[in-house]
């Protein structure tokens, strides 16, 4: 034995205090003449590493809090807890935690993430008969998912989205997997389908009469029939922006009927690909139907502001100070826009020029065609059975379907959405009889003469294989949506700054 020697660890707290061990260690001498090194230090794996401050199980602790929570509040935490670490050292020691090994997949999942929404995405692999991640990917190009697909021998599925990008890499990495398009996505593609044909048509649908005056839908909060009047610079900038998006509208038909691809125009003029693609189809400029009106706070007290209309109080400061006394969280905004709108002469401080200029704003006369929902609210109401739909919704299809094409389109979306519903795990559709009727509906989609459902349908034979499998087969990526929410927390938790190392090594932890 050469000397002694002390060494100062933090342990596992006992009785919410911090616990220190110090240590009194033997160093010996080396016998042999050929070892450079003279001297040794005992050591005592089991309870310490060398040269570390804590013990191997206080770093067990603070790793799975830093695992679970991340640096800034995994270090909030521990200083509760008696345990304190700095937040760097969170992450230093998630960072050297090992990857957890997992057997050969058989069957995966693979979908898309963003990274940064809007700028870049990632890619999600799970394995679908464990339920866990199995990696994460820094882009969705089909060689990053290919590279990843042949160094794993021996999968045999692949569900995936509709994306060709993701097709391509599975064709290219595993030529002898199976490729299932997720269910969920093919309805959601019909969806969007029957929304951007409704986008198209929508100003010649507007015009189809109603079978009764009411408008469709529910009664608005607090009786309001209609939403309140907006300032004149709130009107004159909504005039401005219409104007810049009629202006696009313009710029992307030149280009479109110029022979220009819609990716190209997407590019040049930085716009979404959808928004080009709704653009250049649509027979007019898309003008937005009315929107439900959302409740208001000032819902609650329309009935006090309606009492004292009638006593002929038309003091919008005297009507707020009113209802700031029955517990009226808002502004005098609200008041003002309200009696504004129910006003019998214009208010005393409004300047004379612009008295011959208030007019009260009249309802519609009776008679005229009620408004209709939104196209992404029409798409959902024609892909549902007409069982399902209450009785206002029904109505609204009803109006539709006065139109003969809108009539072709509903029925061939309500059979399209049926016939996957009854595919899958819920569905207890016969495989052959659900690849028959896809086969029937392919062609008369094909023969409907209605661009949008052409479209949509070459889509799906352009994807045959894939089609066919979710329609034949239990396998969807659902499970990949979920881990998707979980990576979505785990992201949040770190304010979307963690690098892309980091998040990974943390989801696949946490698998």
């Keep these: 034995m050469h000397s002694y020697y002390r060494r100062h660890a933090a342990d596992l707290p006992s009785l919410g205090r911090a ?43 603070q790793t799975r809090v830093g695992m679970a929570l991340g640096g800034e509040a995994g270090a909030r935490l521990l200083s509760r807890l008696a345990m304190p670490a700095s937040a760097a050292t969170m992450l230093r020691l998630v960072r050297r935690r090992p990857l957890p090994e997992t057997e050969p997949p058989r069957s995966v999942a693979v979908d898309d993430w963003a990274i940064r929404k809007g700028r870049t995405d990632g890619t999600i692999i799970v394995d679908l008969e464990r339920r866990r991640v199995l990696d994460l990917l820094p882009d969705r190009t089909a060689e990053t998912l290919a590279d990843w697909l042949r160094q794993r021998s021996g999968i045999k599925v692949v569900a995936r989205d509709r994306s060709t990008e993701y097709a391509r890499g599975v064709s290219l990495g595993a030529p002898e997997a199976t490729q299932v398009a997720d269910r969920w996505h093919v309805l959601v593609n019909i969806h969007d389908a029957l929304e951007r044909w409704l986008a198209g048509a929508y100003t010649r649908l507007r015009r189809i009469p109603s079978g009764s005056g009411a408008s469709a839908g529910t009664m608005p909060p607090g009786g309001r029939t209609q939403p309140f009047t907006r300032t004149r610079a709130e009107t004159t900038a909504r005039i401005n922006r219409r104007c810049r998006w009629i202006a696009l509208y313009d710029e992307v038909r030149r280009r479109h009927a110029g022979g220009e691809t819609l990716e190209a125009i997407a590019r040049a003029m930085h716009l979404a690909v959808g928004t080009v693609r709704k653009y250049a189809y649509v027979e007019s400029f898309p003008v937005p139907g009315q929107r439900p009106l959302r409740p208001s706070i000032l819902d609650p007290y329309l009935a006090h502001l309606q009492a004292r209309l009638a006593e002929g109080c038309e003091n919008a400061t005297l009507l707020w100070r009113e209802l700031q ?36 704003n009249t309802p519609a006369p009776d008679g005229s065609p009620s408004p209709l929902p939104l196209p992404r609210r029409l798409a959902w109401l024609l892909v549902q059975p007409l069982t399902a739909l209450s009785a206002a919704d029904a109505a609204v299809v009803a109006r539709l379907e006065q139109d003969r094409e809108a009539a072709r389109v509903a029925a061939l979306g309500r059979r399209f959405t049926a016939l996957v519903h009854g595919c899958g795990v819920r569905g207890n559709a016969d495989p052959k009889t659900a690849l028959a009727a896809l086969e029937v509906w392919l062609a008369e989609a094909r023969m409907s003469g209605i661009r949008a459902m052409q479209t949509f349908a070459a889509g799906l034979e352009q994807d045959g294989a894939a089609i066919r499998a979710a329609l034949t087969t239990p396998w969807s990526s659902g499970q990949a949506e979920g881990q998707i929410t979980r990576l979505k927390m785990l992201k949040r938790q770190t304010y979307g700054r963690a690098n892309f190392d980091l998040l990974r090594r943390r989801v696949l932890l946490a698998a």
């Design 19 to 61: 616990i220190h061990v110090g240590l009194r260690l033997r160093r010996f001498y080396c016998r042999n003449t050929a070892c450079p090194r003279r001297t040794f230090a005992e050591r005592l794996p089991e309870l310490i590493a060398p040269h570390a401050r804590r013990t191997s199980r206080l770093a067990e602790a």
């Design 325 to 360: 006394a029955d517990g009226f969280p808002g502004t005098t905004k609200q008041v003002h826009r309200w009696l504004a709108q129910h006003r019998t002469a214009p208010a005393p401080a409004t300047p004379r020029k612009w008295r011959a200029a208030s007019v009260i």
